[in-house]
């Protein structure tokens, strides 16, 4: 049972008021970092791996220009402590694990006042670092994964390996617009790639003029964007599905995925330096392989030719998540990033890139991220050949939202009369599509009424919104207790009118779930 808790009041005046939104978005540095102690002892995962494949995780990449800035308009200096300075929590760091991103509400806790305070606004908020004994957690250690450091506030919802997480909601929505790397979800099927930024290459070949062989330095020196995008698993909110009938799929909540500030080159400039030949050429498609390793394989996939080269879709290959190199579970050093599309498609550990005439025949390209119809089920899709028909795989995410406020069985404290309470949630869209209204229900649908919706980015130069977005609606607390029919729902809508549907639609892999959220 978790009580509510009256707000801190020991908090900054010069944060209060409106939230004011993010500018300049292909210039700005979005997240501050604040380091807890110089860059030059920064620790790598040295000790947990040997030297030639230890990742060299926690520092800004070689070459780059530091990143780091406040998410609001001004900038701000790095506050830096030394070691000495140091309690004994904060102590994880010297294990190896990378720092936390943290939004600037904290630059006067790092000024030696550290002090634990629960945020009001879901935009302003801090992380502590792990202790030492956190960095492997029991549950990852006798695993391949075990070198790979983890929150342990991650649930894990496939056991001990692979490594399959979401954090709770309510640290989710506590991070702010910016999620923590180490909060971010993780899906992998197979064990983390022991990689090195020295040895890792990427090869480009197909239907190019120059089939090219790069290295990270190689990528590193060609001009960067930056930008903010909300990365989205297609199985977020499966449990739903598998509560009416089991999917083949495991069990995400509806906190499978995370909004970070995502920098690379374009896919498109890559490409254009290969001498990419064109659809008249026959190069229709892009093919993408990491280098996770399973039985059936290297995980793949592939996008059509247009979506790599479209400048409006910020595809990209990406070495730099919220102004550190990328961590391991996160694709270190190298990995696809496409803003609107599902996961599934953003390949980690990226090695490979082939221009092709046909789309990729890789094993998991057919056989994942898929939605078909209700009365197919695994048995009638393989063999009826169902996995491989192409009106049925997913790219686009599709609009979505849910309720984070009530938290799962929060207790609230009734205080007297005209007492309200706040309802909030998130909402994202695939696409670069709007989420231009999120409605809530407190009867169970009867009554709908507009909330209240933050957008805390602003479009990139081609209209494109690739974040979430937060909603809250004030009710009175009277309306809930004394309505025998109490229910939350949310909906969203987009700016091409799509709304939530009212009711789930069940498919074998249990993805795409985005019924209205309800909260009984």
């Known amino acids: 049972m978790v009580a509510v808790a009256e707000e801190a009041d020991d908090h900054d005046e010069e944060h209060d008021g409106e939230m004011p939104t993010l500018r300049e978005v292909t210039r700005s540095r979005w997240v501050e970092r604040i380091e ?35 998410c609001y308009k001004e900038e701000v200096a790095k506050s830096k402590i030394e070691v000495n300075d140091i309690d004994d929590r904060d102590k994880g760091y010297a294990a190896g694990l990378p720092c936390f991103t943290l939004c600037a509400r904290d630059r006067a806790c790092v000024a030696g006042r550290r002090r634990a305070h629960a945020p009001a606004d879901p935009l302003r908020a801090r992380h502590r670092p792990l202790a030492r004994s956190q960095i492997a957690p029991p549950s990852s250690r006798s695993t391949p994964d075990e070198w790979v450091p983890r929150h342990p506030s991650l649930v894990r919802l496939t056991g001990r390996h692979p490594f399959n997480c979401e954090p709770p909601l309510k640290d989710l929505m506590g991070a702010g617009f910016i999620t923590p790397s180490s909060l971010h979800y993780v899906r992998n099927h197979g064990a983390v790639p022991k990689c090195s930024w020295a040895t890792h290459t990427l090869t480009v070949d197909g239907l190019v003029d120059k089939p090219t062989t790069f290295t990270m330095d190689d990528l590193l020196a060609m001009p960067a964007r930056e930008i903010p995008i909300t990365l989205v698993c297609a199985g977020n909110r499966r449990k739903e599905e598998n509560l009416t009938a089991q999917t083949i799929g495991f069990n995400w909540g509806a906190a499978g995925h995370g909004c970070s500030v995502w920098k690379g080159v374009l896919l498109r400039d890559v490409l254009l330096k290969c001498g990419v030949k064109t659809p008249d050429d026959g190069a229709n498609h892009v093919c993408f392989v990491g280098k996770e390793s399973m039985p059936k394989g290297r995980y793949g996939t592939s996008i059509v030719w247009h979506t790599a080269m479209d400048p409006a879709c910020d595809v990209m290959l990406a070495y730099e998540q919220n102004g550190e190199k990328l961590m391991p579970d996160h694709g270190y050093p190298l990995r696809l990033v496409i803003p609107g599309f599902i996961g599934g498609r953003m390949i980690k550990w ?18 994942d991220n898929r939605v078909l119809p209700e009365h197919v089920t695994a048995e009638i899709a393989t063999a009826e050949g169902w996995w491989y028909k192409p009106d049925y795989i997913i790219n686009d995410l599709n609009i979505n939202s849910a309720v984070s406020s009530p938290d799962h069985e929060e207790v609230l404290a009734l205080t007297g009369k005209g007492q309200t309470y706040a309802i ?49 609606h004030e009710v009175a607390v009277a309306d809930l207790w004394q309505n025998p029919d109490a229910e939350i729902l949310c909906r969203g809508w987009d700016c091409a009118m799509q709304r939530q549907p009212e009711k789930l639609v069940w498919n074998v892999m249990g993805m795409m779930n985005n019924s209205y959220f309800r909260v009984k």
């Open 350 to 367: 990226l090695t490979e890139i082939s221009v092709t005439e046909k789309e990729s025949d890789n094993y998991f390209h057919f056989n």
């Open 424 to 472: 909030k949630g998130y909402a994202y869209n695939g696409g670069g599509r709007k989420v231009i209204r999120v409605e809530v229900s407190i009867d169970g649908g009867k009554t709908w009424a507009l909330s209240k919706l933050t957008h805390p980015e602003e479009p990139t130069e081609y209209g494109k919104y690739w974040c979430w977005c937060f909603f809250e």
């Open 36 to 70: 807890i102690f110089p860059s030059s002892v920064r620790p790598t995962m040295a000790d947990s791996t040997t030297a030639s494949t230890a990742p060299e995780i926690g520092g800004s990449t070689k070459g780059c220009v530091p990143t780091n800035v406040g």
